[in-house]
């Protein structure tokens, strides 16, 4: 359609223009937003019209490159991914011009928009792309353009490690998904077009090989445990604002992937949906607790980012459950589940990025430890946050809570059924319970530490609310996720055309949970009855109040006259009794100084917990292959000659070798 072209051009204007004006990157930080913003607004249409279940064409023109097609197509599928995508950007843009207002002394701010605007191009071809080489292409190109994103402060030793990590894991990624497609096309007839792989019949061990190909490459993206090392380290080095969009959006391509790839490969086997459970439940159980036993604010989403993912996986497998098993409601409510909650993440996740970003932006520090006290410096943050933090925590009449209620309704219908599906159901249920309140614990010490209580440091105690540009995009998140909430039975009605891409069929032949829809209404109705009735009581508290003296007193010390904010819980001490419960998995290492004498001068206590994934998975796999290959360092002795006669020699055993 002629818009959504058109708003690809608008996104190619910006990243032009960016990076023509590395002499002026005051108009880069204007002019490259505005155009993703109008943009966005522009693809919007299609997008919506696509997404109530009409395909829409896009661009259908011959490539000279062998296998290759610029095929796009915009179907329901893409459309759920493509919004989220559109609406995150927006926002995120909007957001960068405050967050970069006075202009960086570190950083080429030209550069960053050009990655910037590439980034959200890559990403809406990805999730159009109806070839299997137009996609790689496009998904390579969004992995460099995040890359240089996370390097934007490359002066920073830590940061430039963090790119290094990213770059290298979501090559490895791609290394499988480039297996993925070459065995697809090869069954495919040579054909690298997404059509004939819909038609291609695949025995069911090549199937399964494939499978597990597109979890592995396209898990990698979605950041499932153990290939989610690049997550905690990228995201933490990124801007904030590109934090909120790798995060709420490109990450998601990765599920996109995973679901596109499943309409490829016909009827699951059961073994795929245990799979996919254990894989949400691993991600999920250990990402909140990851992030339960963190220290800096941005690490501590990313994390929540892996948990949620699991969530997203715990849904996708009981839509598998239902496909291999045959029941239409169990596809219906476990892919409407994951699906609904891949925007529901989009939505909260880039309001907590963001509002970290605030209060980097404000405080100048992302440690939880040394904040306290902002709520009463930065309000609009500070309530944007705490409505976010209701949201992940999947309580309601939020958002978070009417896509895992689905996911909890889905697991609930598995357990009538035969054949280990009504295991898969306990093990998502307990796993649900789980992540929730540990998720509670952990949001509850984040916000509490960082907004409540009295400032802990002077960066704290000067802290001060951002401008209008950083406020809007918080509070327009913050409301999509109360709508989201109220509305949850309708968003369930509409994902319909979604899921029947993902069945295979038409909606017509899934029926709608009636049943569940009208339990959902009647939770997220009473949630929200009891949020209106405690916001009129505070209403008629107020006007009571209104022209009386208010006066602020010590609360009651026991006597004692000189209280500190180091009296205060940290997030150590709060985390402390949940993360010694599970001390085996985060092999966390305490530091305490207890007070000692009559009149102790000073205590501490700090706890530090690596990734597990990291120290012993990662790195000394890494570490095993560079002493390989260092081996080969004598190799580069710098003489032409004999580089020249290496390969004069390879040549000539080529030549042999397809002579014979």
Same mark, same amino acid.
């Given at each position: 359609m002629l818009l959504f072209r058109l708003a690809l051009g608008f996104f190619f204007l910006g990243a032009l223009v960016s990076l023509i004006s590395w002499r002026r990157p005051a108009w &880069? #930080?204007?002019?490259?937003?505005? @155009?993703?913003?109008?943009?966005?607004?522009?693809?919007?249409?299609?997008?919506?019209? !696509?997404?109530?279940?009409?395909? $829409?064409p896009l661009l259908e023109l011959p490539w000279s490159l062998p296998f290759g097609s610029l095929t796009m197509r915009l179907d329901p599928l893409s459309a759920l991914f493509a919004l989220a995508i559109l609406v995150v950007s927006a926002l995120a843009a909007l957001y960068g011009i405050g967050y970069f207002s006075p202009l960086p002394k570190r950083g080429n701010l030209s550069q960053y928009w050009f990655n910037f605007n590439t980034l959200v191009v890559s990403m809406l071809v990805v999730v159009t792309a109806r070839n299997g080489l137009l996609f790689l292409l496009a998904w390579e190109i969004m992995s460099l353009s995040s890359f240089f994103l996370v390097l934007f402060e490359k002066e920073d030793a830590m940061v430039r490690r963090a790119g290094w990590t990213y770059l290298i894991a979501t090559h490895i990624g791609t290394? /499988?998904?480039?297996?993925? /497609?070459?065995?697809?096309?090869?069954?495919?007839?040579?054909?690298?077009?997404?059509?004939?792989?819909?038609?291609?019949?695949?025995?069911?061990?090549?199937?399964?090989?494939?499978?597990?190909?597109?979890?592995?490459? /396209?898990?990698?993206? &979605?950041?499932?445990?153990?290939?989610? $090392?690049?997550?905690?380290?990228?995201?933490?080095? &990124? *801007?904030?604002?590109?934090? !909120?969009?790798? %995060?709420?959006?490109?990450?998601? @391509?990765?599920?996109?992937?995973?679901?596109?790839?499943? @309409? +490829?490969?016909?009827?699951? !086997?059961?073994?795929?949906?245990?799979?996919?459970?254990?894989?949400?439940?691993?991600?999920?159980?250990?990402?909140?607790?990851?992030?339960? !036993?963190?220290?800096?604010?941005?690490r501590l989403l990313a994390y929540h980012s892996v948990e949620n993912i699991g969530i997203i996986a715990l849904?996708?497998?009981?839509?598998?459950?239902?496909?291999?098993?045959?029941?239409?409601?169990?596809?219906?409510?476990? +892919?409407?589940?994951?699906?609904?909650?891949?925007?529901?993440?989009?939505? /909260?996740?880039?309001?907590?990025?963001?509002?970290?970003? %605030?209060?980097?932006?404000?405080?100048? =520090? #992302?440690?939880?430890?040394?904040?306290?006290?902002?709520?009463? #410096?930065?309000?609009?943050t500070g309530t944007t946050f705490l409505i976010g933090s209701v949201a992940i925590c999947g309580l309601p009449p939020l958002n978070g809570f009417a896509s895992e209620f689905m996911i909890y309704l889905a697991s609930l219908g598995s357990l009538s059924m035969k054949g280990g599906a009504s295991t898969a159901g306990f093990l998502v249920i307990g796993s649900l319970a789980l992540i929730g309140g540990l998720a509670v614990a952990c949001f509850t010490k984040a916000f509490g530490v960082i907004f409540l209580g009295e400032p802990r440091s002077e960066e704290a105690d000067g802290a001060h609310e951002t401008g209008k540009l950083m406020r809007f995009p918080l509070l327009v998140l913050a409301g999509f996720c109360a709508v989201l909430g109220l509305t949850g039975p309708l968003v369930l009605k509409a994902l319909a055309p979604v899921i029947a891409v993902v069945a295979g069929g038409g909606s017509e032949a899934l029926p709608f949970p009636y049943e569940g829809a009208a339990a959902l209404w009647k939770i997220t109705g009473v949630s929200f009855a009891g949020a209106l009735l405690l916001a009129f009581l505070l209403f008629i508290r107020s006007r009571l109040m209104a022209g009386r003296a208010v006066v602020s007193v010590p609360t009651w010390d026991c006597g004692y006259i000189a209280p500190t904010a180091r009296m205060q819980y940290t997030a150590s001490s709060f985390a402390d009794p949940i993360t010694r419960l599970f001390r085996p998995l985060l092999r966390t290492?305490?530091?305490? =100084? *207890?007070?000692?004498?009559?009149?102790?001068?000073?205590?501490? +206590? %700090?706890?530090? =917990?690596?990734?597990? %994934?990291?120290d012993w998975l990662f790195e000394p796999m890494f570490g095993s292959i560079e002493k390989f290959l260092s081996r080969f360092r004598r190799i580069q002795h710098g003489r032409l000659n004999l580089y020249i006669l290496c390969i004069l020699l390879t040549l000539v055993a080529l030549l042999l070798w397809k002579l014979r």
């Open positions: &880069a #930080r204007i002019f490259a937003p505005v @155009t993703v913003i109008l943009g966005s607004l522009l693809a919007m249409p299609p997008v919506l019209s !696509a997404l109530l279940g009409k395909e $829409v290394a /499988f998904l480039l297996v993925f /497609f070459l065995l697809l096309g090869a069954r495919s007839g040579g054909t690298l077009e997404f059509g004939a792989f819909k038609g291609s019949v695949l025995l069911p061990g090549t199937a399964g090989v494939a499978f597990l190909l597109a979890l592995v490459g /396209f898990g990698t993206k &979605a950041g499932f445990m153990p290939l989610h $090392v690049w997550l905690p380290e990228a995201h933490p080095a &990124a *801007p904030s604002n590109v934090s !909120a969009l790798m %995060s709420g959006v490109m990450i998601k @391509t990765g599920i996109y992937g995973l679901v596109r790839s499943l @309409t +490829f490969l016909g009827t699951p !086997a059961p073994w795929w949906g245990w799979v996919l459970l254990a894989v949400g439940a691993f991600s999920g159980i250990l990402g909140v607790l990851f992030a339960l !036993a963190q220290h800096d604010l941005k849904g996708i497998g009981l839509g598998v459950f239902g496909l291999s098993f045959h029941n239409p409601l169990l596809i219906y409510l476990g +892919f409407a589940g994951g699906l609904f909650h891949v925007v529901n993440h989009a939505l /909260f996740k880039s309001l907590l990025f963001l509002g970290a970003g %605030s209060v980097l932006h404000s405080a100048g =520090t #992302r440690e939880i430890d040394i904040l306290g006290g902002l709520l009463k #410096r930065m309000p609009t290492r305490k530091r305490f =100084t *207890p007070p000692s004498g009559l009149f102790p001068s000073s205590s501490s +206590f %700090s706890t530090e =917990t690596s990734d597990l %994934s990291r």
